[in-house]
């Protein structure tokens, strides 16, 4: 079974780190969900404005086709996927695919997005990401991880974590 993942979290929490990782662990093509954002989209947030959830659905509908696209090694996604009906959406499009939460520590997050100069995500959006995350919920197939140990030593968590459950691949 080719691994049809989505790497999800808050700004900060190493989404797209973790799901670069992980997919060249797994021999995977990875996507940073980041570069599918319309225009519009990030010029609102490099202004400091969250988006909103009609703002989030045509981004929504892309990271879905990506994952639901053929991808012969299989996909690893990075995508915040912060309320249960964005995953929803994606899962629409995608029903195979499995959600991993990265939890990161409040003070480990606000250094590391404070560590991203240039980054359209300003500082100021993690409180209102904070605010809109609604956790993996016990029916919705995923797992959530902490990412205090590291990229790579998350990475193969999560691998370990999925073998002989969701993935099949050695």
């Given amino acids: 079974m080719k691994p049809v993942l989505v790497v999800m979290g808050v700004c900060g929490a190493g989404k797209s780190s973790i799901g670069a990782a992980l997919a060249q662990q797994l021999g995977a093509t990875f996507v940073d969900s980041d570069t599918l954002h319309p225009h519009a989209n990030v010029t609102k947030m490099a202004a400091g404005t969250p988006l909103t959830d009609e703002d989030r659905w045509p981004w929504l509908e892309l990271v879905g086709s990506q994952l639901a696209s053929d991808h012969p090694d299989g996909i690893v996604v990075a995508c915040s996927a912060l309320k249960r009906a964005y995953r929803d959406a994606i899962r629409a499009q995608a029903p195979s695919a499995v959600f991993v939460q990265l939890d990161v520590a409040l003070p480990l997050l606000q250094s590391r997005v404070a560590q991203r100069p240039g980054h359209f995500m300003?500082?100021?959006?993690?409180?209102?990401?904070?605010?809109?995350?609604?956790?993996?919920?016990?029916?919705?197939?995923?797992?959530?991880?902490?990412?205090?140990?590291?990229?790579?030593?998350?990475?193969?968590?999560?691998?370990?974590?999925?073998k002989g459950h969701l993935l099949v691949r050695s």
């Fill in 122 to 162: 300003p500082p100021s959006l993690l409180s209102s990401q904070l605010e809109t995350l609604e956790p993996l919920q016990a029916d919705e197939t995923g797992l959530t991880v902490s990412t205090g140990e590291g990229i790579e030593a998350t990475a193969n968590e999560i691998i370990s974590l999925l």
